[in-house]
């Protein structure tokens, strides 16, 4: 006789299949927007007159808004539900693009910025709902693996956004630089407003797209779920009645901040890097994606490990060493050697994001939510981490200019020298890895 009964495992791994199905479809719509960034900076830097610091305003614009949207999101999420927030953010993002045809008719960075800050409140709305839902819709000790699998779908979308708006906004750019050296004023505008004007048509098509989006996840088949409280009362105790009371999610917004910050440093200046190390813009469009690639290969493979043969914490630790590693590897060569280790980052930081978030949430239960906010929150490290790069770049290029090093040599030199800035970012990582994620946890939960 068959047996046609179902168990309760599968039934609840196809319960779960659609919903992963959809927000998989999410993490892959804002990798794509994210990640163009690394060819916007240099084409801003160019066709807007900036240094290196003011052009990475372009990922400040964007992770900026993390902090400003973070708890507002979470109050209309709380509000109007999941699926309803989710079509709103991608609308957001879509009037965020639209906004990119006044700003390249003006040239006015100023207005760039706003579109793409726009654009980052409608990603805020998502990330809000998305990151805590991929969490809490199966067993925690495996939310790394599951994270790990939207991570593969948010970086190939950031590989192929890196591409395709790095072949359109970075072609010719060579030629370009060489012809404003030499023109009049005049005729700089026109060229200048010329490769402005080439945002406008992806612009439109990514803003079609978004809106056509926002209408098919309105009608997604999206279930609620909640976090279940780890942490109950038990006789002679109290529950914790404060956000404050867990350590553990403070270091880990910490962590975070440090995390995305030098994450974006890896994919979004890398494309500049190789310009500053004299590599032509169509070979240097391509970098963004090696360290995309590099990120996608060890989802993959932290998707078969963890938690089968490694635990979420020691995936953690071993990213933040190679990290520091790496960082040491960055500054202490040069050329395209220099350019492979700055993509091997991605390596290094591809589990750190699936990692921190079930170690912070651990234990959280009704606080789940809130801590979900800081989190988002805690993304603004992309917007301040790479603008201190920036900045670091600009005053080693001018001191070394000054001790009479060549305008090309200081360049590249100034260039490597702020990696830098990497290091401290990683030992973080790494207190965490070890010591911070257990903080104020029993030791039931720190496993």
């Keep these: 006789m068959v047996n046609n009964t179902i168990s309760p495992s599968s039934e609840k791994k196809k319960n779960t299949l659609v919903p992963i199905l959809i927000i998989a479809s999410l993490f892959f719509v804002f990798g794509f927007v994210t990640w163009i960034n690394g060819a916007l900076i240099p084409f801003m830097k160019t066709i807007n007159e900036l240094t290196s610091a003011q052009s990475l305003l372009v990922a400040s614009a964007s992770y900026i808004s993390f902090v400003v949207m973070a708890l507002p999101a979470s109050y209309i999420l709380g509000k109007i539900g999941y699926k309803k927030g989710m079509s709103l953010g991608l609308f957001i993002m879509g009037f965020g693009a ?5 700003a390249a008719e003006a040239r006015t960075y100023w207005m760039f910025l706003t579109g793409i800050f726009i654009q980052g409140a409608g990603m805020t709305l998502l990330q809000t709902a998305s990151n805590p839902y991929i969490t809490i819709l199966g067993p925690i000790d495996s939310a790394a693996k599951r ?111 440090m995390y995305v910050g030098v994450e974006v440093i890896a994919g979004d200046t890398i494309i500049a890097y190789g310009i500053a190390l004299g590599f032509p813009a169509s070979d240097a469009k391509f970098f963004t994606t090696f360290t995309l690639l590099a990120m996608v290969i060890t989802y993959g493979v932290g998707a078969f490990l963890i938690p089968k043969y490694i635990s979420q914490a020691l995936a953690l630790r071993a990213s933040a060493v190679l990290g520091i590693l790496l960082s040491l590897c960055i500054v202490a060569s040069s050329g395209f050697t220099s350019i492979i280790f700055v993509a091997a980052l991605g390596i290094a930081n591809a589990l750190v994001w699936p990692a921190i978030w079930p170690l912070t949430l651990k234990g959280l239960g009704k606080f789940t939510k809130t801590a979900s906010a800081l989190l988002i929150m805690a993304i603004s490290g992309g917007a301040i981490i790479p603008p201190l790069y920036g900045k670091l770049v600009d005053m080693n290029k001018a001191d070394m200019l000054s001790q009479g090093m060549s305008e090309v040599a200081s360049t590249a030199n100034a ?17 965490y890895a070890i010591i911070g994620h257990k903080a104020g946890l029993k030791k039931e939960y720190n496993k």
């Design 147 to 257: 994270i790990s699998i939207m991570g593969i779908c948010n970086k190939i979308a950031g590989a192929l956004g890196s591409l395709i708006f790095g072949s359109i906004l970075l072609s010719g750019i060579d030629e370009i630089k060489e012809k404003l050296s030499l023109v009049n004023t005049v005729e700089k505008a026109k060229l200048l407003d010329t490769m402005a004007d080439s945002v406008v048509a992806p612009y439109i098509t990514m803003a079609i797209v978004l809106f056509i989006l926002g209408i098919l996840i309105r009608k997604a088949p999206l279930p609620d779920v909640e976090a279940e409280p780890i942490e109950e009362a038990k006789e002679g105790e109290t529950t914790k009645t404060s956000i404050f009371q867990f350590p553990h999610l403070w270091l880990g917004v910490l962590t975070l901040f």
């Design 415 to 431: 260039a490597t020298e702020g990696y830098w800035i990497l290091l401290p970012c990683y030992a973080f990582i790494l207190y």
């Design 98 to 102: 639209l906004i990119f045809i006044p």
